[in-house]
């Protein structure tokens, strides 16, 4: 048939944009796909936490909320040069935001003053010692507002509501933890508190037996989450399994290679790393403490009276062996950075405070 005009018909066999006869490599193929394997060892030795702090943290959680919504804490310490174990000596616990599901956290000035007192009690990583606050290397001084190159903290602490879940952690919480992971660094331990369900002929309201535990995700966790192959969680309730997307490829519909199988997520318990837990008793832990930071129960003068009247009976050295004394010190227009380092430096020395802060902070104790 003559037409008078010309037509460009689709051709109606697909191409591939690949040039006929082209092929790929046994690389480029292998980089559409993620094998997901399991790691044997933490690439820590164990984990200790200062019973005190551990005490302290946990019973709030229970007096507070009941354990109805979930709350969290960053955990500062040292960690062995040689034996990589991780001890925590203080929980810094952030202003945040909570729910049954999760927590999160907010980051900013208050976490860059609670790296500066860390850092002149001598809570630094990489200590090539076995713990404590006493004769630990120093860190260089610098202003409560700059925050540190390499952050003292050594993980985070997690208390997980009591709604039923039947996994470890959430997709939400994996993520979390992957991301302090690379921000800390290799020997970044994630402890859990959870509760369990309480006994049948419990009281109602009652509360189940508390469980802590302690976890790393793997590195290759904290890799893949760098590298945008977590997916983001789905709306919704949280999942005991992880999406896994190709950044390079996302409608790859089978990325992940898990136990010999194609698949499109990955179970959690595959991202975790068991830990061996212990507790000590640190240098900074005591049964009555100063009030801790963004809770319920206030931070002020009445407290400070209430604290300095119950370390009284105790030596001078360790009067003011408290991080978060020191923490709420340090945000008073009446001190400086450099009386607050003067102070740290001293407890973490193991000397006695001298007489005129003495006066500072009973003045403060007053109003």
Sequence with gaps: MLLPFARDVPSAVKRNDREFGATMTMDELAAKFVRVETQPAPLCGSFSIDRHAARDFQAYVAAATRFSVARAGLL??????????????AIYEPPQDATPAGVTLTRGDDEAVADFVAGELGLVKASGRRGGVRGGRRARRR???????????????????AA????????????????????????AVTAVVSTAPPDADAPPGALGDVHFEAFQVSAQCARLAAGGWLAP?????PAGTTAIVNPADPLLALPAIVGGKDAKEVDNDYFLVPVPIRDHGGPLGRARGFAVENRLTPQGP??????LADSKSGPRETRYADFHLLLWLAKQPQLGPDDVSAIA???????????GYDLILESLAAG
């Design 233 to 237: 969680p789905a709306a919704g309730s």
């Design 302 to 307: 009445a407290q400070l009276a209430a604290f």
């Design 345 to 355: 430096r001293t407890v973490a020395a193991g000397e006695p405070v001298g007489e």
């Design 76 to 89: 500062y310490g040292t960690v062995d040069g040689e034996t990589h174990d991780v001890r925590v000596e």
């Design 143 to 161: 202003a409560p507002s700059t925050r540190p190159l390499s952050p003292p903290q050594v993980g985070w602490v997690l208390a997980q509501s």
């Design 164 to 187: 039923p879940r039947d996994y470890i952690l959430s997709d939400v919480e994996v993520r979390q933890a992957a991301a302090l992971h690379t921000e800390v660094g290799p020997h």
